[in-house]
């Protein structure tokens, strides 16, 4: 039986270790969770067709408003007008990922960790 009792203080350490990072990744989905309800809040633009048009999303990648300029809009020519908006709205879409990862990144120290957000 001696030879099994630093066995069991060995264990004692180890829970404890298992409790303290259990506790850490709690804190870190606290932080994660408030960061990305900040994120969120956040607005980005972007524009086209040199400022004709601009999106306006958050960092939910909710479109929240689009901008047309009249100049912009040529009955003639809707498909130009269309390519201009795809555009905006891909990029507002992306800027909002980019936020939200940049903020991610400040929290988790550059590490990259998939399904994490």
Known sequence: MGKYKGFSGAG??????VSNVVKQAQKM???MTQIQAEV???????????GMIKVTANGKKEILSINIDPE????DDVETL????IVAV???IKKADDMMNEAMQ?????LNIPGLF
């Open 106 to 110: 400040s929290l988790t120290g550059g």
């Open 12 to 17: 004692m350490n180890t829970n404890k270790n």
């Open 29 to 31: 989905q606290e932080q």
């Open 90 to 92: 891909n990029d507002a």
């Open 72 to 75: 912009a809009v040529d009955p």
């Open 82 to 85: 269309e390519d201009l908006v």
């Open 40 to 50: 969120e809040e956040k607005t980005v633009e972007s524009v086209a067709g040199g």
